[in-house]
């Protein structure tokens, strides 16, 4: 029943409108604000155990086929390299991203970025890099490493990242 | 051939029954296709000297609220007939017919030195040749006049249509700023139209699928601010926030309000796969739903709260299934070629609203409960996140544009699949939560 009945009877009093305050302190916690950076400030790479020698000798990322999360055959190889590194180097506590490309839908993509980089920790633990060192994020389509609409883009974006995050002490 | 009447006959009923046997005033939509209801809202008339701008804002506000419904079509001013005319004095309906205005909207504004706002307003049938319904008068704040409009404007729709209001409504959606690889995300909300936005977040952390209350004064979201993606509530009136209870042996998403606000379902990520749970939100307690190696996201409870509807691959693609919430196997409802995304329960609780994804193209649509009578309301290279209007008669959405500047915009659409509309808001936007009409 919606009508109105009697004229002219006040019904209504607008509140006051919200007024919600615009900011607030958004402290960072831990790394939240690393992904996928290149060793950002240009670390040696002729040390054989800095992390600039692992992202760019070794390579920290590998990829996966269309909404697929099993690894292939060079996502196995390209993780083979990072698991012998990383059992050389067990100084490092590692975050493992999953990504994913823009086709799909947000909430999907970030599920199947989780699978992406369960795949990728799941290798390296059976190659021998203690799970206690591992911890796995996704950030579905929401960082994508190259910008174009096109298979050529997409094919990096699907990706997993093994990022160190500094030492154990 | 499908004939429906957002008419004033069953509005008729109540007021004056004269009216059901001959009330001309009616929006039609025949297959689709909608022959608008031609309207002609003269300036209202201000009662004093001090509301003639406000008087004249109102009018346009109502106006572009009526026809971007897509339900209505304005007379132009530079038509009218009739010279003058004056809230007291009668209506010279020949002069309305002339023109071919179906409905006219006459209204008078007072304001007073303490800033109180008073509209009184009536509507016409001019080819009934009655007034529809009571006047009708509202009291609010000079400091609220876009909400006045708005009041008034959902008044005359609902009136003339029908159909529930949704103009005096509020829109949580996705803040978006900067390059596509380095995008920065808030949570803001604005009215409707998209005027009024406000931030409700900073842009530190990403922040994803906003869902506001059924009151419209909280919001549950995800964001990376603890470095991993967790669910959040807001608190809309402070934008003070709290993470909500769950493990941290797991990543927690996609999380919606039931009907009642008493509990949430959200999807929770473990060893890689995400399953449905059921959140109470007093004591915090979480239950598990599904339990099935596969993607199981994207939940929405029906309005009458004992079911949810939520995708899930698997089947080996996505799809949509519904579920009682007191148990019991999940139903697979979507069946059509391509994948099915992101159902949302109508607020009428006879539609589910989703993306579907197919060919390299996405679509918003719409199907019945049990899955039957899917149509596609939008289609382009990527539209997502369907949510719906109070009255559950309009879509919004959000559709992004391809390539290295792609960027979100959001959309409406009526649930015909007519009156597709762009939202102007000057900068990008994605991920719309669609709240209550306000008190």
Avoid at chain 1, 148 to 154: F, I, L
Avoid at chain 2, 219 to 235: C, D, K, M
Wanted: net charge neutral; aromatic share 10%.
């Amino acid at each position: 029943m919606r009508l109105i009945h009697l004229a002219f009877v006040p019904f209504l009093a607008l509140a006051a409108c919200t007024n919600p305050e615009g900011g607030f302190n958004g402290g960072l916690l831990g790394d939240s604000s690393s992904w996928d950076d290149p060793a950002a400030n240009a670390e040696d790479q002729s040390d054989p155990t800095s992390q600039a020698f692992f992202e760019k000798k070794i390579g920290n990322r590998v990829l996966f086929d269309v909404d697929e999360f099993i690894l292939n055959s060079s996502a196995k190889a390209g993780l083979d390299e990072q698991a012998r590194w990383l059992i050389d180097n067990p100084q490092y506590v590692i975050i493992i991203e999953g990504h994913a490309d823009e086709q799909g839908t947000r909430e999907y993509n970030l599920a199947l970025g989780f699978r992406r980089a369960q795949s990728a920790q799941e290798y390296l633990v059976a190659r021998g890099v203690s799970g206690l060192r591992l911890k796995t994020r996704s950030y579905g389509k929401e960082r994508p490493l190259e910008i174009c609409s096109a298979e050529r883009c997409y094919a990096k974006n699907r990706r997993s990242v093994t990022l160190l995050t500094g030492g154990l002490s | 051939m499908r004939l429906i009447y957002f008419s004033v006959l069953a509005l008729g009923l109540f007021v004056n029954n004269a009216w059901a046997e001959n009330g001309s005033m009616r929006v039609k939509i025949s297959q689709g296709v909608i022959e608008p209801l031609t309207f002609a809202v003269p300036m209202f008339e201000a009662e004093n000297i001090e509301a003639a701008a406000i008087a004249t804002e109102i009018s346009r506000i109502v106006a572009t609220d009526l026809i971007s419904s897509g339900l209505f079509r304005e007379i132009p001013a530079n038509r009218f007939i009739a010279q003058r005319t004056t809230f007291a004095e009668g209506v010279r309906y020949p002069d309305w017919r002339a023109i071919n205005a179906q409905a006219l909207v006459t209204a008078s504004v007072r304001t007073t030195n303490t800033g109180r706002l008073t509209v009184k307003f009536r509507i016409f049938d001019i080819f009934s040749g009655v007034q529809l319904g009571s006047g009708i008068q509202l009291g609010g704040s000079t400091q609220a006049v876009r909400r006045m409009a708005h009041k008034v404007a959902d008044q005359v729709y609902e009136r003339i249509t029908g159909e529930g209001p949704y103009f005096d409504s509020k829109i949580v959606f996705v803040s978006e700023s900067g390059p596509k690889d380095k995008r920065l995300k808030r949570l803001a909300i604005m009215d409707f139209d998209g005027k009024n936005v406000q931030f409700l977040t900073g842009n530190e952390n990403i922040v994803m699928a906003p869902r506001i209350s059924t009151d419209g004064k909280q919001v549950l979201y995800t964001s990376w601010e603890s470095g991993f993606p967790q669910i959040y509530l807001l608190n809309v009136r402070t934008a003070g926030r709290k993470r909500l209870p769950t493990p941290d042996s797991g990543m927690a998403f996609s999380p919606r309000f039931s009907p009642d606000r008493k509990r949430i379902v959200y999807s929770f990520e473990q060893g890689g796969n995400s399953d449905i749970y059921l959140m109470d939100l007093a004591t915090a307690r979480s239950a598990r739903m599904t339990s099935s190696p596969s993607i199981d996201t994207a939940p929405s409870f029906s309005p009458d709260g004992r079911h949810i509807v939520f995708e899930s691959d698997r089947s080996g693609s996505q799809q949509i299934y519904t579920m009682p919430v007191a148990g019991d196997a999940p139903k697979r409802i979507s069946f059509g070629n391509g994948r099915y995304a992101t159902p949302v329960w109508s607020p009428r609780g006879d539609l589910i609203a989703f993306t579907k994804q197919g060919n390299g193209r996405f679509s918003i649509g719409v199907m019945r409960t049990d899955g039957s009578e899917e149509r596609l309301l939008s289609a382009s290279f990527l539209d997502e996140g369907p949510t719906w209007s109070p009255n559950g008669r309009v879509i919004m959405f959000a559709r992004e544009t391809q390539g290295p500047k792609g960027a979100p915009s959001l959309y409406s659409v009526d649930i015909t699949g007519r009156n597709l509309s762009p939202l102007n808001l000057g900068s990008p936007a994605s991920d719309p939560s669609w709240g209550p009409v306000q008190p």
